[in-house]
């Protein structure tokens, strides 16, 4: 939540919770914290949402026991963190430029569309899987899309991937029929995915973004088991 997500004011939340929650609610309500997080960073373009005095009274809550599972959590917010729908919506535009976050959103949707993936093992160390533009940060004229195109294209999730990073440094700016080659080698199913497309522009991106919009709600779900 602090160090990937950056969200800095729900701490005295956390700090709360586990100081008066069981070990059971606790683990509920760190998920939960979780969830209405990414939500919110995603509904708000990269910005967490300010929710510092809501975090606050429910810290106070908690403190004094007059909230003592994380459904009430849930429910006190309810009004606040977007629906399924709304997130369903605003991660189909969802933009990332920060690589600890990207990958975080990345690695989260590959373990929950294409779990055991092999190259996920090592996934923390950046060393051995990386973050990957599909369309490459360089703009030329040959990547089908337009150079304002181009800078709104690059930064969107449905334009990124995550794969070997010796693979990586060497296809970083080669055009697509040549990195699909190199996807097609991949472990990571959210990167051998790739290889169905015939070229990867406007259309494609807004495609592959769509589909990775409609499991968001999943694994960041609002349920509590």
Avoid: C
Avoid at 1 to 10: A, D, F, G, H, R
Avoid at 24 to 46: D, I
Avoid at 76 to 88: C, G, H, I, Q
């Amino acid at each position: 939540l602090t160090e990937i997500i950056n969200v800095e004011q729900i701490v005295p939340l956390i700090f709360s919770v586990s100081h008066k929650f069981s070990k059971t609610e606790l683990q509920k309500a760190l998920h939960l914290f979780v969830v209405w997080s990414v939500r919110l960073m995603v509904g708000n373009t990269g910005k967490a949402g300010r929710l510092d005095k809501q975090y606050a009274d429910l810290a106070n809550d908690v403190g004094s026991e007059s909230k003592t599972t994380a459904r009430e959590l849930r429910e006190s917010l309810k009004d606040k963190v977007p629906s399924d729908d709304a997130f369903r919506r605003n991660f189909k535009q969802a933009k990332a430029s920060n690589s600890k976050l990207a990958r975080y959103y990345l690695l989260s949707l590959e373990k929950h569309v294409h779990p055991n993936t092999g190259e996920l093992v090592p996934s923390t160390d950046v060393a051995k899987v990386n973050w990957e533009h599909i369309l490459p940060k360089s703009y030329n004229k040959n990547l089908g899309v337009t150079f304002a195109e181009h800078a709104d294209l690059f930064s969107r999730l449905g334009n990124q991937t995550i794969m070997n990073s010796k693979w990586n440094e060497q296809e970083g700016d080669s055009a697509f029929s040549a990195k699909k080659l190199v996807y097609a080698e991949s472990k990571i199913g959210l990167t051998n995915s790739l290889i169905k497309y015939d070229k990867f522009e406007r259309e494609q991106i807004d495609l592959r973004q769509s589909e990775l919009a409609e499991h968001a709600p999943k694994v960041w779900s609002l349920s509590l088991k």
